[in-house]
């Protein structure tokens, strides 16, 4: 019964109240309509009465006008008669009687109309002061209507006075039963986005300011008792206490006009002590441009005690990701904008992507919850009202419903950044502010946060979330046990059934009650086949969307490689055929032989039946291990030995597959530090073709002329192949295409593995550690750590750049602050740990094997790369390193945003210091397999500054002069690399004559593969016998050695000068000869008949081949 009369009595206050607003709506209405009214009538009186004006006044005008031009042509007529008797007194002072008598008469005549002149001016005097009273007559009525207007807005003033009076009175009487069902709604609804529909369906026109003071502390669960009227007191000075007071002196700009302006300094006081109060009291949080716009919103309608309070509040919940040192969480949830848009509105989606455009422009609606944005007040208490009542995620659907909203405008735009920027940046003066908010309802009901933020991999707010997903997973766990069980119960089941069918053939009936048994294990096995297609379409379909957005980048890919198959194939040359000998460019000319060393021993050679590392030999230096990063180079000979290709084609094809797997790696390793596929895919040429100053010489001589009988491509030989050596002194840095990617083989193989280590290990410092599972992180360091301790034997040079460049980032992105946990530090340290621990284990037992060369003196030491040669070094290093060293270095701002990517460049920047001071080997310009590492990092900052300087809009000339000055540096920068590559296409060297292509076809045939050959030319590289044949040499090529770190030994050198010197003496016969069973020689090669003639009468060595300049000899002693 109680809860009957309750609900009649609700039932009659609402009734009252809608009688109420009902009456008050209808003497609203009844008073609209006669202003209305009045007004138009006044409009038709006042027009009419200003037409009459104006046809009265052009009549005067007009009559006023005659009258002057009359008067004025009389006194010329008289004027001229004047002159005219004056000159006649003069000229003629003897008239005739009868001419003066004519003249009275006339003048008799004339005096009427002189006197008909006269009153007519009266009569028009008299007219214009009878136009002048009636125009005052006009202003008096004019006077007395307006003060009959002015009494009846006193009137209207009065009534809605009385109105307003009236509804605040009904308001008082009803505002606790309003409250009270305010509490029932908050307390009953569990879901906060809810509240908003209950309080929209209590409120349809909306809350005032009264109810927002008692609405918005009970949502945001702050009680009015609790207030601190003495927050003050929390003040301290902060690092945000000139930032605060600077944007305070700007704020309030929106509400001046409804402001008294002697108040505004007040306001701006009490606002400025609120937001250092809270920064005070709350040291955590950091203060951002904005917040006090939010405080104001607060201010405004709560007041003061209560506004810092819900301010306060505020900063510590809803808007707590906004508070923090770095918006990276906030980042992260605006692409949420994005997936949004994506799954509405595809049309939208696409040609944002098109264009370029992030969700960055929404970060200023989002941060101040469109307080900075929009200009009408109420309509900010709106969406306040709104964001407050529904969900903290909410803003981000709001700026979704406004973009969709404005689809059309959009879509007509031009698809380009800054105008659709731009365009974005007005949408928020809203013009149906109810539409827009029910959209972003809408939106939130249909994408709810569960379902869009996994995808983002965060959800700070909601734990609901994820204990939701932890029982999924238990509950697939549960159903997987279960599957499990029931299969070993089938299993067993079936195992009994056909023992007794053995026994029994009645039994017959119990199998077949068994066979749903069976169909349920078939249908599991179903439910798994489908789940793996499943996956695997879920995995093309990604591949495929990788496809899609980085398109442009895998159309310039195969660009790219086509032109780099074709110089592939210019530099591989000697399997080619040219007048019957092979050719092939300059810079491959000292370093194919050598590989060629490796590839054959390993096809046809001495290495061909290798058993473990010990047992590899070098085959150019008997009697020694195989102490070289050989992996790229067995990796061919696999190639052409197991697949029976031929060896230009394993060359192409390895070196070519080689590159795209390089080009993709760096693209998507700039990609991840830059976000940015133009400044990526610029980098890549830049990395490419990018090169030093040394083309300044070629100019020089081109300014100065060449020799008629040189042109300008045939003359780069003069500068050597990288066109980095001027004719007097020399610069250091090679184009990357020409001096790395195709000479150095085993160094592109281990760029690839060096690149994605570094991509990984970037994953690991750019990763939320808070927020990061431990098993991830150390699936991680596990690839990692694989991948590095495969690089000793594959690129040492890569091995000792992850090194250096791990080891230091991985300390200095330690969370060392006091903000971490020791979870968190216990679970970076463990991961570094675990790489640390993990890669040395592989790769220590690689490193031993080079322990040997490495203790000799001419490796690893301090020798500045511009010794000897000049004397100013930073001219040396401009010259040597180009535009790329110059523009990269001061560009490093630009891509140095965070403060994990400064402590990763500073890596970079400290292995470039290392890499021009300490030489690592013999010839100091292996020391660019280092400086490339640095040298990529150099190139995306200018590539980002390139960028940067087409971003920038000017006025006049200047905007049109930006694009020609970015093409001109371009040019300047991959300059070397085309010269390079021009240089390549014509200057070739011939590597094999037929000759020496058939000595190698014969020693391989006729020879056995562990044969020893002594040579009397220790300097002949080409040497078929261990490039062509694989076979071993007692010494080969002394640079190579050199190189190295091999000094020969005096027994083997005496073998080569008594090979060419001869013998003269029994004695040095006998030591020749235990020199060759020393050494167990079995062949020598002689090359241009250089052995003496002595060696060939004292021994009868066998001739098995002899050509025109050749000589093969089998050693036999009798």
Known sequence: MNNLKQKLNTSDSNQKINDV????????????????????????????????????????????????????????????????????????????????????????????????EKEEKEKEKEREKEREKEREKEREREKEKEKEKENEKEIEIEIEEETEEEQAQENEYNLEDYKEKIRSIIKKQPNPEQISRKLKNLFPKGLNDELRKFVWPLLLGVSTDELDPNFEKHIIEHKDT??????????????????????????????????????????????????????????????????????????????????????????????????????????????????????????????????????????????????????????????????????????????????????????????????????????????????????????????????????????????????????????????????????????NTNMNNQNPNNTNNTNINTKNNSNKNSKEKKLVNLFLMEIKTHSTFFITATIVTIIFSILSLLHFLPYMSRTESYYTAKNCYGDLPFHLNIIKSFTKGINSEWGSLKDLQFPIYSGTALVYPFIADFHTALINGGCQCTLQATLVVTTVIEFCCLLTLLYFFFQRIVRNQIVSLITIFLVIFGGGFGWVYILKDLIFGLPEDETLIMDLNKYDYNFKIAKNKELFWFPFVDATLIPQRSALLGYCLAIFVLTLIYHLISANWIRIKFKSALKIAILASLLTGLLPLTHTYSYLVIAFITSITLILNFPYSKKYSLQIKKKYFLTILLYAVLSNIIAFPQLFLFMSRVSSDNFIRFEPIWKNEWTNPILYIILSFGPIFLIGIFSLPLICNTGYKTKFFISFILLFIFSILIMLQPWKYDNIKLLNFPFFILALATARFLVFLLDIRLEGLLDCLITPLVLILCIIIILPGLLSMASVAVNVSELFDQELIQIGEFVSKNTEKNALFAVPDTNF??????????????????????????????????????????????????????????????????????????????????????????????????
């Open 21 to 116: 607003n009902q009456k008050i709506l209808n003497k609203n209405k009844e008073t609209n309509e006669r202003k209305q009214k009045e007004k138009a009538k006044n409009k038709r009186d006042l027009h009419e009465k200003e037409q009459n004006l104006k046809k009265q006044e052009t009549n005067n005008k007009k009559s006023e006008t005659e009258i002057d031009l009359n008067t004025i042509a009389n006194q010329s007529v008289v004027n001229k008669n004047k002159i005219i008797d004056q000159k006649n007194n003069r000229n003629y002072p003897k008239k005739n009687e009868k001419e003066n008598e004519k003249e009275k008469e006339n003048e008799k005549n004339n005096e009427p109309k002189k006197a008909n």
């Open 1021 to 1118: 590289h080409r040497n078929p016998v261990t490039t062509l044949a694989g076979r071993q040499l007692l010494v080969g090529q002394e640079g190579w050695l050199w190189s190295h770190g091999i000094n020969a030994d005096s027994e083997r050198r005496q073998v080569a000068t008594y090979l060419s010197n001869g013998i003269r003496q029994d004695t040095q016969k006998t030591y020749f000869q235990n020199l060759f069973l020393k050494f167990n020689i079995t062949y020598i090669m002689d090359s241009d008949y250089k052995i003496h003639s002595s060696i060939i009468e004292h021994f009868n060595f066998l001739k098995i081949w002899e050509s025109e300049n050749y000589r093969i000899f089998r050693v036999i002693f009798n």
């Open 242 to 507: 000139k930032q605060v007071r600077v944007d305070i002196e700007r704020s309030l700009t929106k509400f001046i006009e409804n402001i008294d302006p002697d108040k505004i300094p007040v306001i701006r006081n009490t606002l400025e002590t609120i937001i250092n109060s809270i920064l005070s009291k709350n040291p955590t949080l950091n203060y951002f441009q904005g917040f006090h716009d939010i405080c104001t919103c607060f201010l405004f309608v709560c007041g003061k005690d209560l506004g810092f309070k819900l301010c306060e509040k505020m900063s510590l919940t809803f808007i707590g990701d906004s508070m923090k040192p770095t918006f990276s969480v906030i980042l992260k949830y605006l692409s949420m904008i994005n997936l949004l848009i994506k799954e509405e509105d595809v049309e939208v989606y696409k040609f944002l992507t098109k264009a370029k455009m992030e969700p960055i422009f929404a970060t200023s609606w989002v941060l101040t919850l469109f307080s900075y944005n929009i200009n009408n007040f109420e309509i900010v208490k709106q969406i306040f009202d709104f964001i407050l009542s529904t969900h903290p995620l909410m803003p981000f659907y709001l700026s979704t419903a406004l973009v969709l909203e404005n689809r059309n405008a959009l879509l007509k735009k031009q698809c380009e950044f800054s105008t659709i920027y731009t365009f974005l940046q007005k949408l928020p003066k809203i013009s149906n502010i109810d539409k827009v908010l029910e959209k972003s309802y809408l939106l939130f009901q249909i994408h709810h946060p569960k379902k869009i933020l996994h995808q983002i991999d965060i959800d700070p707010y909601s734990d609901d979330f994820e204990k939701e997903n932890k029982k999924q997973n238990n509950e697939n766990k549960k159903e997987n046990k279960n599957n499990e069980s029931q299969n070993q119960k089938i299993k067993n089941t079936n195992t009994n059934n056909n023992n007794n069918n053995k026994n029994n053939n009645n039994n």
